[in-house]
């Protein structure tokens, strides 16, 4: 029902920028939020930041400052740039939705993206 298509990432040197962006597709009644979440090798998946319809941001403390999530409501499209970029950021990233089928309930349904490798190594 939704697909979630992610780009972007790769290969960086530590203190450098990338940037990732994921395109939702499919049918809904509305978005109610799209955000990013990472896991590295060995460790459990985990938040990196989450960006609502109304504009209210969610980011974890270790991204804060560095890493700026940003939504284009419009193209169903949420972009994360990513700056002084540290080995430890190494991790797939995960794009997320949380998302209404119906204006008669509240209920949302998560969807995940495939994934996509960023690598911080120099």
């Known amino acids: 029902q939704v697909q979630l298509v992610e780009s972007g990432g790769g290969l960086v040197h530590p203190g450098g920028s990338l940037s990732v962006s994921c395109a939702a597709s499919?049918?809904?009644?509305?978005?109610?939020?799209m955000g990013w979440y990472r896991q590295a090798p060995g460790k459990e998946r985990e938040l990196v930041a989450v960006i609502s319809t109304d504009g209210t941001l969610n980011s974890a403390d270790s991204v804060k400052g560095r890493f700026t999530i940003s939504r284009d409501v419009a193209k169903n499209t949420v972009y994360l740039l990513m700056n002084s970029l540290k080995p430890e950021d190494t991790a797939v990233y995960y794009c997320n939705a949380d998302v209404r089928f119906s204006r008669f309930s509240d209920t949302t349904r998560t969807f995940w993206g495939q994934g996509t490798q960023v690598t911080v190594s120099s």
């Open positions: 499919g049918s809904w009644f509305a978005i109610r939020a």
